[in-house]
DNA sequence: CTGAAAGCGCTTACAG
DNA sequence: CTGAAAGCGCTTACAG
């Protein structure tokens, strides 16, 4: 492949203009840009990124670091990242590592990132200490989505707001015997979701005065299956809810799950609400508070790409509204 | 950041020397090695990877061209490719590049690889012929999955085997009025999996001296609501199969659904059958034919880096095996 | 086993 | 508006 001084050579100019005119910088007259441009058209010429990288200390390269992509959550981030980056003329490096506690330790070390981006995108990831550290020395942008960061800029929704807004839809259908599926077998103080989704289920029941049974909150993992497990635990009793707020969809679906497996009809025998809006929630008519996944991918990048750009973006929570999906999976109590 | 150069006055050696030292290059001696070890540990070096690529040529970075992140089939495969990478030290460019024809065409251009990766592998992407010409001249290893190129390996499933393993169990099991639901709205000749997965019911029917009424040959796009659309349009006929076979199990569960919008009963007034192995399968008792996905991709990635390692890997397509999961959405028919 | 030096292919002040 | 030259930070024959 051709270099940047074929081009120079056939264009009749220095290296420095070839460089100059290519990347559209100013002070290049028209008569040599379009030179230039011809003899590069010609010649095929595609700059060496490590070179120029190497040159100019940019690499126009974004670390985004996640636990898992199989996940509906993440994959739907990571979609959405990824548009705004390509739209921009970045590309994403992305670092799938898992979300084992310790031995991960390795695996986000200082050689993965060092040099090799320009900014960092944390999608949802409980950080160890050590690697805040490393990020903080690496000196460049970083943005989280999920999980909020002394340190930097974070998207997310308000966890405590959603399932808050799913009980109080089933108080306001007239359900007093309420449970909650959460998705946190081990709750853990740096990943505050599962424990604030609990919290907001637990805040509305208070403030209209009910009370909720220690039996009727049960925990799963996040998963379908999970929830069909602690589904089936929870609504197979003879004091079983009438209604039930799972933390994701994926949980309510297992309830679902449960719920025919038991002979249960939703709505009339249990309501289920979910979070998420989840693309099966639609399929299984599955009422739900929306958030919108894919835009938050999306808006934590285009904070990152500020960042990169030279702006300030401070340190705040940008936290996305969430809406109620009405759908057939949530009734009024038959037997009040 | 320290450098090389900060590295080797430490230690007083040369530069060359802290660079084979520190990638365990032999011909050093063990005395020099622990000197230049315990100074670039001391300054906390890491070098460069944009001066080294430049410098060595390799990058160590491996382009992964997928069309949507979001689908289950392609978040697996990422998952595993991405695994195996990271365990032999290499990076994950991440090209999510849509699946939308001519559109697409300036994506994937040369200034996105050209002496950015060292290899790239391709997940079941119908590639445009420029894009097949961009990729051979690039001169570097790579690996497809799904769909079969003559320049390349590439490891995938036997697709035709799949449904065609599927019809079989149902005519095994006494059906002989058999549905199929496809994946594909516009077929076209680049991108064989729906093609051959609608052949494989066929054959099969034929084997078995079975008709098939067009009218009961449907074609959705692969998600579940268009397995609910058109499922709806099946099932909903007063001469509706008795089984159907799904091209997918995301197809499948939008079939489900369409039996208990129609208050039909699974398996008892119509059999499903699909193919993946879906996470949700489980849930909702769905038989299906499981493939191996996040073994694909692990399986595409080893062979990926023998090729990068200068190995000769061929151009042969490596087909993995499927096998039949028995679970409770297929039984013998009730009125034969 | 080790070092001096060229080279990878760009970008960027600096000078004009 | 343009060019000569230094520099980015490594690796790699080559020589010893």
Known sequence: MSRIEDVAKAAGVSTATVSRALRGLPKVSEQTRAKVLAAATELEYVASPTASSLASGKTHVVGVVVPYVTRWYFAGLISGASEVLREHGFHVLLFDVGDEGPQRALLLDSRMLFKRVDAVLVLSLRLHEAERELLCRLNIPVVTVGV????????????????????????????????????????????????????????????????????SVVMGDWSPLSGLTVGLELLGRPDRPTAVVAASDELALGILAAARQLGLRVPQDVSVVGIDDHEMAELYGLTTIAQPVVEQGRMATRLLLSAVAGLDTGHDVATVPTTLVLRTSTAPPTQP
Do not use: K
């Open 148 to 215: 909020p960061d002394p340190n930097w800029p974070c998207v997310r929704i308000d966890d405590l707001g959603t399932t808050q807004q799913a009980t109080e839809h089933l108080i306001g259908l007239g359900h007093t015997r309420i449970g909650y599926i959460g998705g946190d077998t081990v709750p853990s103080m740096d990943f505050p979701t599962p424990a604030d989704r609990a919290r907001g289920f637990r805040d509305a029941m208070a403030r209209h005065g009910l009370d909720v049974e220690p039996s």
